[in-house]
């Protein structure tokens, strides 16, 4: 690649509208072109002073990135004769080079990042939306195993009742459930759904406004489809979930991330003064930090809704685990003014793989979601669709959530023992207690991807907290831990091991100040 | 809603990037307006000067849908008054008005249309590419019976074999696979496919290239949101599949549509000269008029990506079901500069509702089309994935073709008779054998879509051809007729049925010439 080739190809790929800082965008850029060849070993790089001017960048940008690079080994400078692509490039890189995997993990352990599916392999042939979306995409590889979070205990599902049936449903076959599904579901699963949601989760809704999907991802591509074009401004909390990030930005949506307080979403009347298209809030158990947003401020945002005819999606993925206190009513019973999409799913109530997700809309779009629901998915199922309305119906659900609710109760207070074990009463581990997983926070100053590739290398899978902020260099330095999935006898010895990674890697200042604290919020 | 505040919303709504005409836009808006009792019975409607100067149309335009709208009983005009929208208002209209599903049955029957999920109802509510996306939607309510097309037989599904192997995997209860899917699938499913195609399809590729998806409109998406930005130009083949074509305008893609002839896509040379980001193409089979593309043609258009830096989108959703002659190869193995990006699905060998298909991918881009699909759709089904993969590796996958390959045959030789022996030596049926249905080319000048009206009256389920053009106006008339899915009995009767409601809505002026024809090209 020349010179001005390579200033051709950086320019079309900065997005100067990304919240991502434009010296990270680069950096990512050269590393990508270096370690794909594009960039041969020995090349040299423009002068710090041509690229900032072909770029418009400040050159002190790339300076910095450069000096990055230098410290990463990509690069190499000598004075007075420029820089120049690394000769040394560790002899694995060229072995692995078409092994696009180990390549990856590398990539990463370089990185001092967590395990992460993404690579930037073949993302030079990518558009500029699908490299973002690859290059920032947050998925891991692990699945399972301490402390994967979001990942319930799939060993406890009832599976004999299940699989009885399924068998029933096969034994009848009946052709209209092994065709492509009608907008929206089937009708069964759709009555089965509205009478759980009304009576466990205040949602009111005739079974016509339900539209069954595969998960929450989908639910909100539909939800966003229908009600918003590109270009349109969606509020996020912030932090908030990086699937539905991925999700939003791949539609064109421009996400503002909203800062939380221990209410929930807080807008500041900066951002009360620019309404936005769509706000998206997980208004019972914020995700990822766990606080429920107070009355008033459901009120606030409803209101503020109405006014200015934005849609709110509220997101209650896993309202069903609270272990003290009464249940807590849907932001969608609230409503009054058919504002409200809610979404929720069978992932961490039954298994994630199962793919069953829903949608609840105002009655007036629902039949405009049933036909797009249909139209862009073509969905089907529809027999899985059966045997999960007469697992419900037979009481199956209900008595599962109840099981599984002890047991998880039991592990959370199994790790924050585990915890408090090892750090002593620095530990505080305070109020509302819901969900399938916990927020450590780290010492300030802990850099939190260097916590998660130690613990990896230890065979724990935690996921640094800063990489669910909009910025996370900015965001606090902190684990999630997932302790749904873990046998209880394994999580003492699974947290001593992560506490090794821990004390390893973060910042001690003082011993009683500086130790990591389990936070949670007040409900 | 004032004068103004029409227009307004009007002009908010018309898109002059689209590939519809603006009347059509316009008059489906104002239609939209007085269903929903925006503009109420007895309201004046702005005069066509006005309207015409407000959204910058040619009055032209706007009389020409005032007329329209008028026609259909919309509004009435007096000479001197002005326009108004009508009083008479059908009984049924404000009866069923809360009421979308009946509502939308009779707005299909006004307009003569095919029986759609479509309906205008919350469609005011909607953003611009959701109320597209709802109101040009082709999804249809019904999914099977005489002559659904593209429905495959499901009742002679293996269900025994299935069922076993089902519980099978249920009986081991791997946690693995009730998770979360890794990127691109399960790999005991990847390796089976790929020694599938290889060997049947004679696609050339690696497990690591094939990605696991709920169908082929996921592919589709994921593809277009990888390697295009909105605004990308895709040849889309002239007819087409009505779902893809809302899959890629839902993510800003702007479809070209390409006539075709016998040789497949027919690019003219001023096509030629404006390179597209994509083309989707059917080489195999084209959909839905069933020509093979030629060699000649498959070399032309590989060469052209190649030297253009173009995606081809390979869509072989039904090549499995050839009856004569040898299998045809893929595009894909033809390819040797990677731009073939190739999409299959078990939708119609095995069954609809399954929701399985697969992408095969450029070996750069499998990782990032890894990643992507695991971000943004976050799927799982891996215990059903397994248990396809060994239901593949046993040779059920194998022999289930072969033996639907010769009922499928057997139907479309009873449904050739049932027409020859309807309308005699007329009916030409020529070459190529193929599908899961034909095409019946209706006497010129004939209106297919009052066809499909009246045969549903008659309760028998066919699609207007002229729905898979880009302009339905242009485009012959003719009925998709799907044959896969009805028993051999049932044919000759319902064939009846539908000949006489064909007879009843068609152009016949002379009996020799004008009478439908079974259409189908040679290979």
């Known amino acids: 690649m020349s010179s001005s080739v390579l200033s051709d190809w950086l320019a079309q790929r900065l997005d100067r509208s990304s919240s991502q800082p434009l010296y990270r965008q680069l950096q990512r850029l050269l590393q990508s072109a270096i370690l794909l060849k594009e960039l041969p070993a020995g090349a040299r790089v423009p002068s710090s002073r041509l690229l900032a001017e072909e770029l418009g960048l400040a050159r002190n940008t790339v300076i910095q990135v450069y000096e990055q690079l230098a410290i990463e080994g990509y690069v190499t400078s000598t004075t007075g004769r420029g820089t120049f692509v690394a000769n040394s490039t560790p002899e694995e890189f060229t072995e692995t080079i078409r092994v696009p995997r180990e390549k ?19 993302q030079l042939a990518l558009s500029r939306r699908g490299a973002r979306l690859v290059s920032e995409a947050g998925v891991s590889k692990r699945q399972l195993g301490a402390f994967m979070p979001g990942v319930p205990d799939v060993t406890h599902f009832p599976a004999r009742v299940w699989t009885r049936l399924h068998n029933k449903y096969w034994r009848r076959l ?12 089937l009708a069964q699963l759709r009555h089965a759904l509205a009478d759980y949601l009304r009576t466990s989760r205040s949602v009111r809704c005739s079974p016509e406004q339900i539209i069954i999907t595969t998960g929450i991802h989908q639910s909100v591509d539909l939800a966003v489809r229908l009600l918003s074009d590109p270009g349109d401004v969606i509020w996020t909390e912030d932090p908030c979930y990086w699937g539905l990030r991925s999700v939003l930005q791949v539609s064109g949506l421009e996400p503002r991330p909203i800062a939380v307080d221990e209410e ?87 298994f994630p793989g199962l793919r069953v997700g829903y949608l609840v809309v105002p009655e007036e779009l629902a039949e405009s979601f ?37 047991m998880y109760r039991q592990r959370r207070e199994i790790l924050l023992d585990a915890a408090a074990c090892r750090y002593g009463d620095t530990i505080q581990a305070v109020g509302s207690d819901a969900g399938l997983h916990l927020v450590l926070q780290l010492p300030h100053g802990s850099d939190d991807r260097r916590t998660v590739a130690a613990a990896l290398e230890r065979n724990i899978v935690v996921r640094a907290l800063s990489g669910y902020y909009s910025d996370p260099s900015r965001g606090p330095g902190g684990l999630l831990l997932g302790y749904a999935c873990v046998p209880d006898e394994e999580i003492p010895v699974a947290f001593n091991t992560l506490a090794d990674a821990i004390d390893e890697t973060t910042v001690r200042v003082n011993d009683r100040q500086d130790v990591p604290r389990i936070k949670a919020y007040v409900a």
């Open 104 to 122: 990856d993990e590398l990539f990463a352990e370089l990185r001092g990042e967590e395990e992460k599916l993404s690579s930037n392999s073949g």
């Open 174 to 185: 009946r052709p209209d459930l092994l065709t492509y599904a009608p907008g929206g579901g």
């Open 264 to 350: 929930g979403i807080s807008p500041s009347l900066m951002d009360l003064a620019h309404p936005p298209k769509l706000i998206l809030v997980t208004p019972s158990h914020q995700y990822p930090l766990g606080m429920v947003m107070s009355l008033s401020r459901r009120r606030m945002l409803l209101e503020y809704a109405r006014k200015n005819q934005c849609w709110i999606i509220e997101d209650d993925y896993d309202s069903e685990f609270r272990y003290t206190g009464k249940p807590l009513a849907s932001l969608q019973g609230l409503d009054g003014a058919g504002r409200v999409i809610y979404v929720g799913s069978f992932g961490k109530t039954l």
């Open 370 to 406: 049933a036909t797009a629901s249909a139209e862009l998915y073509r969905e089907g199922q529809l027999l899985q669709q059966a045997v999960l309305a007469e697992f419900i119906t037979e009481g199956h659900f209900t008595s599962h959530i109840r099981k599984m609710r002890a």
